[in-house]
């Protein structure tokens, strides 16, 4: 993975459609620059996202009742 700065852009765009655009930047002179650039539907990706919030979430809370002891 290259280093530098990373930045996800989401928009609503058509109907039920999310475009999504990830852009990388490496410092002030290079600008960002387009790594990835998709569409999805938006009741594919809302669902995608909670998926992946509730298992974060569920690690989250397993470390933490682990850590409790």
């Given amino acids: 993975m290259a280093t ?3 930045r996800l852009l ?3 765009a058509e109907e039920d459609t999310v ?3 990830v852009l990388w930047g490496n410092g002030i002179a290079t600008g960002w620059e387009h790594i990835l650039w998709s569409e999805c539907p938006a ?3 809302t669902i995608t ?3 992946a919030l509730a ?3 569920e690690d989250l ?3 933490l009742r682990e850590a409790a002891g």
Wanted: net charge positive; proline share 0%; charged share 30%.
């Fill in 10 to 12: 989401f928009r609503h």
């Fill in 19 to 21: 475009r999504i655009a």
């Fill in 4 to 6: 530098g700065s990373y």
């Fill in 61 to 63: 809370d397993s470390g």
């Fill in 49 to 51: 996202v909670r998926g």
């Fill in 43 to 45: 009741a594919e990706w």
């Fill in 55 to 57: 298992a974060a979430r």
